[in-house]
């Protein structure tokens, strides 16, 4: 989901302007970023199968933002309504 922008320009491009050049250059940036990011993608695909895929705690952890992560989960609209949906029943 995160690299859906970059994916969804090519269609985008090529119904906005209906410039070959211009979908033409999408595509090559595409192709480049794609090979470029082989080597991560498989690491993460790996990660995935093996179960070794860090929490949300642990990558904010290692971003050193864990206190806004605290913070964030602290003050969790979502999280109220779930409280409050389970003492109502």
Not at 45 to 61: N, S
Not at 71 to 78: A, E, G, K, S, T
Request: proline share 3%.
């Amino acid at each position: 989901m995160r690299w859906a922008g970059l994916v969804l320009m090519i269609p985008l491009i090529c119904f906005r302007t209906q410039d070959l050049v211009q979908l033409g250059f999408v595509l090559f940036a595409n192709a480049l970023f794609w090979i470029a990011m082989l080597p991560e993608l498989k690491q993460y695909f790996h990660l995935r199968k093996t179960g070794g895929l860090p929490d949300k705690e642990e990558v904010a952890e290692f971003m050193g933002m864990d206190g806004v992560y605290r913070y964030i989960q602290r003050f969790n609209v979502l999280k109220l309504f779930r409280k409050k949906s389970d003492d109502e029943v």
